[in-house]
């Protein structure tokens, strides 16, 4: 995560307050969502941005997690990511960042 986004984050977490956000990641390799999910989670693991040791917990999914899924209109879900969903390893990144949540989060939908 660039950054830009890092401050974005941050600054929406300290605006809205963490517990009313959730951060929805499209990440396509899992290795790249769950560095993303623990840099919103428990802070950016290279200590490098605006979230270098700043454990924000947030709400953090991929958007193949079934929870997103069950939120989106079906025919734009078909528009929008069905294709990507045949072609990436769905369950992998939804697991990636699960993990993370679960390990890190302190808020969930």
Do not use: C
């Not at 929805?24 to 999910?37: H, Q, T």
């Not at 840099?39 to 958007?63: C, K, S």
């Not at 069905?82 to 390990?103: D, H, I, P, Y």
Request: aromatic share 8%; glycine share 10%.
């Amino acid at each position: 995560m660039d950054l830009q986004n890092q401050q974005r984050v941050k600054d929406a977490a300290e605006k809205f307050g963490a517990e009313n956000l959730v951060v929805i990641l499209g990440s396509s390799d899992a290795e790249g969502a769950e560095i993303y999910a623990e840099t919103v989670t428990n802070g950016d693991p290279t200590f490098a941005g605006p979230l270098a040791g700043v454990p924000l917990g947030l709400a953090v999914y991929h958007v193949f997690e079934q929870e997103i899924r069950d939120e989106a209109d079906p025919s734009v879900w078909a528009d929008q990511i069905g294709m990507m969903e045949m072609v990436l390893e769905t369950e992998s990144l939804a697991n990636a960042v699960k993990g993370v949540r679960e390990q890190y989060g302190k808020y969930t939908l």
